[in-house]
């Protein structure tokens, strides 16, 4: 780590590390850590954070019309010197201090995960009645949102009603989240579409700014956030491929394992594979190479 930023540390998540810069603002770091089942494996995915960085600053721009977001700098040359030391080049964000929303927002266009299990249990997601005989992975008739509470380290997210979203938000505050992150899912979606993926589902993490507008954080649709499904692997009735960490889950299912730390060693045929779906999903979404993310972001090879 760089020298300055040893005692900045304000957060550590199973993925990221979080810096307070001051005046600059914080400084969000992606690690190449990969947990499974709320399990961080010992060992990493090689260049991991650079490509979940990677897919957020593209979607950051290309979503920057629809609503505002806490990037303040991430290319060379934008980040302060504590900031730019050559390991963390590609893997960290300056972004805006903000007051963060306790929910996750998530929106669902096909019926898949948590939302499918709810779905089987009550015929309902997070309070939306569905019609009834719908298929797993099923695209729905419309996006819904679906909130859900932010869980501590080693916990599950857990889904909650409207009203609840309401009650911890304020009814004013709902709507604006609501509204911004379905638009997020649409316009991604779309792009996705063409390029022959689909966005089954996502979650995305709002904010205010010090003037109470209202502005979009962390992470965004990235393979971590997000479940994108190859369009020539889906079905219903199934949970088709997907380009995120079910290459490592699959594995671990096969072992004698009960999901409680430590997490087995990966062995390198899963870890290459599951490097190999990352930069997929990157190059298909942001219709560039990653080799051309790193040349400019001046990693060294």
Request: proline share 7%; hydrophobic share 40%.
């Amino acid at each position: 780590m760089s020298a300055g930023l040893e005692d900045r540390l304000i957060g550590r998540g199973k993925v990221r590390e979080i810096y307070d810069l001051g005046a600059d603002g914080l400084l969000l770091v992606a690690s190449d850590r990969i947990s499974a089942f709320d399990v961080v494996m010992p060992n990493p995915i090689p260049d991991k954070g650079r490509l979940l960085t990677g897919m957020t600053l593209f979607w950051l721009e290309a979503t920057s019309g629809i609503v505002p977001n806490h990037l303040k700098g991430a290319w060379p040359g934008e980040l302060p010197p504590e900031a730019s030391a050559p390991e963390l080049r590609g893997r960290a964000m300056l972004c805006q201090r903000l007051e963060m929303l306790p929910i996750e927002c998530v929106v669902r266009g096909y019926l898949a995960g948590s939302g499918w299990k709810d779905y089987r249990a009550t015929g309902t997601v997070s309070g939306h009645a569905l019609p009834s005989g719908l298929e797993e992975a099923q695209q729905l008739p419309a996006p819904i949102f679906t909130p859900a509470t932010k869980a501590d380290v080693g916990d599950h997210d857990e889904n909650i009603t409207v009203e609840a979203a309401r009650d911890l938000i304020g009814a004013e505050a709902y709507a604006a989240v609501e509204r911004a992150s379905i638009a997020l899912y649409l316009h991604a979606a779309a792009h996705a579409r063409e390029r022959g993926i689909i966005l089954a589902d996502t979650k995305f993490e709002f904010g205010f700014d010090p003037d109470g507008r209202l502005v979009l954080g962390d992470e965004v649709l990235t393979p971590d956030s997000s479940r994108w499904w190859p369009e020539d692997g889906y079905r219903t009735g199934i949970s088709p491929p997907s380009y995120d960490k079910q290459y490592v889950r699959d594995w671990l299912e096969t072992l004698d394992w009960d999901k409680t730390p430590p997490g087995p060693e990966l062995p390198a045929d899963v870890v290459a594979g599951t490097r190999g779906r990352y930069i997929e999903a990157y190059e298909a979404l942001t219709d560039s190479t990653f080799d051309d993310y790193l040349r400019r972001m001046e990693v060294e090879a």
